[in-house]
């Protein structure tokens, strides 16, 4: 083989080489695909978080939506943060506009994954913490800070009760709801609830995957970038 066919070889497979890099710089960037961006979490005092003392799901809404979605996650998946990165304004948004009602089902599969084997239960109950003291504007925007910008990463440190109590401060959420977390009020609750909600999870999905969506019955395929609008025309 000439050099020159080498050096022109060698030429072709930098280029490609390049448009690899390029590409997956592109499909890794988050904000590309962010729905409602810079909406926020959500605004309306009428929006309600009702929590269900029997089962732990947490439901986000105005009382009169005619829509109501379950959404299954657990605090630790990085596929849930994802979801709530991309989709969470959005939700927050038809949320505000009385279009929509989400009931979170949350799981915890994933606290091994986690450095103090116990973040995802932990954290879960300082869900349920925030949302009994009734308020959808606080619970959406801890939620949606749990699920992003203060989500742990699989394997690595997580936070603590302490650090969950500050997130919760963060949030605008009450001094008993501060509490309730810091001192672990929830958890073995929400340990029990948790345990329902996976059952749930595998009864509807037949299977433990999150995240998961469902429209009734329906399992809503969140990869379709149009669901939530396509939900509440």
């Not at 009382?63 to 994802?82: F, M, N, Q, R």
């Not at 799981?107 to 103090?116: C, H, I, R």
């Amino acid at each position: 083989m000439s050099s020159k066919t080498t050096y022109a070889l060698g030429g072709v497979a930098l280029a490609l080489v390049v448009l690899i890099v390029i590409l997956a710089f592109r499909w890794g960037r988050d904000d590309t695909s962010i729905r409602n961006d810079g909406y926020g979490s959500v605004r309306n005092s009428d929006v309600h978080a009702v929590l269900d003392q029997n089962n732990g799901t947490i439901l986000v809404g105005h009382p009169d939506a005619p829509k109501t979605i379950d959404v299954y996650e657990d605090p630790l998946c990085p596929s849930c943060g994802a979801l709530e990165r991309i989709y969470g304004q959005e939700i927050a948004q038809k949320m505000d506009e009385g279009k929509l009602a989400v009931r979170y089902h949350l799981v915890t599969f994933l606290d091994t994954k986690s450095k103090s084997k116990d973040y995802s239960t932990r954290a879960v109950a300082a869900n349920e913490c925030v949302a009994a003291t009734g308020s959808g504007p606080v619970y959406s925007k801890f939620h949606t800070l749990l699920f992003t910008s203060k989500q742990p990463k699989e394997g690595g440190a997580d936070l603590s009760n302490e650090d969950l109590a500050n997130v919760a401060k963060e949030a605008g959420a009450s001094l008993e709801a501060v509490q309730c977390i810091s001192g672990g009020a929830k958890l073995d609750g929400a340990k029990i609830h948790a345990q329902m909600a996976r059952a749930a999870l595998t009864d509807a999905n037949g299977e433990v995957a999150t995240p998961a969506v469902f429209d009734g019955k329906t399992k809503i395929d969140v990869n379709n970038q149009d669901w939530v609008v396509d939900l509440t025309k």
